[in-house]
């Protein structure tokens, strides 16, 4: 029942966030819960990678829910993750329901994967995935050539979609702070944020335990954080 009651006022901060204050008190409650309905059934589509087994155990990557890849250091997290952003990106334009939002509700917004590093540079993240999408090593150095840029553009041009790549230092943002960084992208750039990738959990601040000395304390609260934040996009992260 709690789950329940905060998925409901979540939706219902939304409502608002998207509409005058004023607006939604003249609204009848009928219209305001039809609304927040739509809103639940419309946007909650799972995300595919393509890859069957994955595909399977998943049954998709759903909106709404947290997924974490955890490992000591040195084990590929960070190499997984890109991964999956790419093949979640390659999928895109196959899910009949993403195609059908974007025509139907987001105004033909491109759908953009955001993948938010406090690890590696934008240039790194950049060069992986241009050597995931081409198959061939490339030197991970903190610089963009222009041969590595054309891999990814072309492969973002051929399937219609984003993948944007942002770098912030350690310790420098938390959850709520991501919150306004989707935001600012979507107002901004004509597009809509279908999923977000972190790396990594343990490199952020918690917005409600930010002064903790104790890790599993802080990384709990991140996670009821990150829940929350997907939850209020109603995106998998």
């Known amino acids: 029942f709690r789950s329940t009651l905060i998925k409901i006022v979540e939706d219902v901060l939304d409502v608002i966030d998207e509409q005058d204050s004023s607006e939604i008190l003249l609204l009848p409650n009928t219209t305001t819960i039809d ?24 049954e998709g990557f759903q909106t709404s829910r947290v997924y974490i890849v955890s490992g000591i250091t040195g084990t590929g997290k960070s190499t997984i993750l890109m991964n999956l952003t790419y093949y979640l990106a390659k999928s895109l334009k196959h899910n009949e329901q993403i195609l059908e939002l974007k025509k139907k509700e987001w105004n033909d917004r491109i759908p953009v994967i955001l993948y938010l590093s ?22 991970l150095k903190d610089s963009i050539d222009d041969t590595t840029a054309k891999i990814v553009v072309e492969f973002l041009m ?3 979609i984003g993948i944007d790549v942002k770098y912030e230092p350690p310790y420098s943002i938390n959850t709520y702070d991501i919150g306004h960084i989707i935001k600012n992208l979507e107002r901004k750039q004509k597009v809509k944020v279908v999923a977000l990738v972190v790396d990594y959990m343990n490199r952020l601040k918690s917005a409600t335990n ?8 802080k990384l709990g609260s991140i996670v009821d954080e990150l829940k929350t934040l997907s939850i209020r996009f109603r995106i998998p992260v």
Request: proline share 4%; glycine share 4%.
């Open 35 to 58: 609304k927040i309905k739509k809103l639940n059934i419309d946007q909650h589509i799972p995300l595919y990678t393509g890859i069957k087994t994955l595909d399977e155990i998943t």
């Open 118 to 139: 406090n690890e590696n540079t934008i240039a790194e993240r950049h060069n992986r995935l241009a050597s995931i999408i081409s198959g061939q090593p490339i030197d």
């Open 158 to 160: 051929q399937n219609n």
């Open 210 to 217: 930010e002064h903790t000395d104790l890790l599993r304390v």
